[in-house]
């Protein structure tokens, strides 16, 4: 069956180290998403890609870059981790921009 | 400033009854609403949606309605069972085809 996968599934890091999170879809969706989910704040949009090669910021993008070389994956960096940046990230893909977006298991990061 | 709001953090409901989930939003331009809905330690699964040409949608238990004027759409499940309790999450969507979220309803049925 085609998914959406996440890892790792727990991340414990130190201030000022780089972190990247994988996210790998097998549905070959051109559309894919980061989000972080903290208390109070609901699932918030970090960066998105439409395809290969395209990558855009969302709402909460500072701190964070993504890169997209194939339709699968679209790895999560946080390029000097902080601890305002401990969160529950996920991933996400939909095929097109009306199509119903599709959420991985999640990633609980914690930056100490 | 949130564009989409659920005011109520939690929500408790007896077996069999009604479970009733609000959400508002701000922006006039979102068309297209959604409801995910989340167990501990797995990412959100989409539940229903609704267009913003409807004022109604439904699908077995789960009945979404949305009142334009007020911005406003609400989630009905009936009746309530122990497996529904989870957090639900209002999603909006317009011309930007990007989803915004509101905070999370954490419904609990009790048996």
């Known amino acids: 069956d085609a998914e959406i996968t996440q890892s790792p599934r727990h991340k414990i890091t130190e201030t000022g180290r780089q972190v990247t999170l994988a996210c790998h879809q097998t549905?070959?969706?051109?559309?894919m998403f980061w989000y972080r989910q903290d208390l109070g704040h609901g699932l918030r949009l970090i960066h998105y890609?439409?395809?290969?090669?395209?990558?855009n910021k969302g709402e909460v993008s500072d701190g964070y870059s993504v890169s997209r070389s194939n339709t699968e994956d679209l790895p999560l960096t946080l390029e000097s981790a902080a601890s305002s940046q401990t969160s529950v990230y996920f991933c996400?893909?939909?095929?097109?921009?009306?199509?119903?977006?599709?959420f991985g298991p999640g990633t609980r990061l914690t930056v100490l | 400033d949130q564009q989409v709001k659920q005011n109520s953090p939690s929500l408790s409901v007896q077996e069999g009854r009604i479970s009733i989930l609000n959400c508002d939003y701000t922006?006039?331009?979102?068309?297209?609403f959604l409801w995910y809905k989340k167990y501990p330690a797995e990412g959100p699964t989409f539940l229903i949606s609704?267009?913003?040409?409807?004022d109604k949608n439904e699908d077995g238990r789960f009945t979404v309605f949305l009142n334009k004027s007020a911005k406003h759409l609400s989630l009905h499940i009936v009746p309530s069972q122990p497996g529904d309790s989870a957090v639900y999450f209002c999603?909006?969507?317009?011309?930007?085809?990007?989803?915004?979220f509101g905070s999370g309803t954490q419904l609990t049925v009790l048996p």
């Open positions: 922006n006039s331009m979102f068309d297209y």
């Open positions: 996400a893909s939909r095929a097109g921009s009306t199509d119903t977006q599709y």
């Open positions: 609704i267009s913003s040409i409807k």
């Open positions: 999603a909006a969507d317009g011309s930007a085809r990007q989803l915004t």
């Open positions: 890609s439409y395809g290969v090669q395209d990558t």
């Open positions: 549905w070959n969706h051109n559309n």
